[in-house]
Nanobody, 123 residues
């Protein structure tokens, strides 16, 4: 069974930085794309950034320049470096992966979500 486990959330003051990590484990043949989404209280989940296995990145426009996504393919891990954090960045951050699981001689495409990690930015 494929799992995504996030870490690195917490409480930080405005202007500070945090680095989130997400490690994928299980019967993984390949991971095409990994990314981060976030959901603030009372709002819908929204895209933050994604990165493909080839290193191509995509960011939501209003976060460009403050957030950086990176990936270690050998470790099946994706990172999100968040700088100059603002109170409006407060949200639960979810890791997401589009991957191929290989089990019992069969491959199947999956979209997997992590359990989420809370980031709170205080004034």
């Amino acid at each position: 069974q494929v799992q995504l486990v996030e870490s690195g959330g917490g409480l930080v003051q405005a202007g500070g930085s945090l680095r989130l990590s997400c490690a994928a484990s299980g019967s993984i043949f390949s991971i095409n794309r990994m990314g981060w989404y976030r959901q603030a209280p009372g709002k819908q989940r929204e895209l933050v950034a994604t990165v493909t296995s080839g290193g191509s990145t995509n960011y939501v426009d209003f976060l460009k320049g403050r957030f950086t996504i990176s990936r270690d393919n050998a470790k099946n891990t994706v990172y999100l470096q968040m700088n100059s954090l603002k109170p409006e960045d407060t949200a639960v951050y979810y890791c997401n992966a589009l991957l191929v699981e290989s089990r019992w001689g069969r491959d199947r495409y999956l979209e997997v979500w992590g359990q989420g990690t809370l980031v709170t930015v205080s004034y």
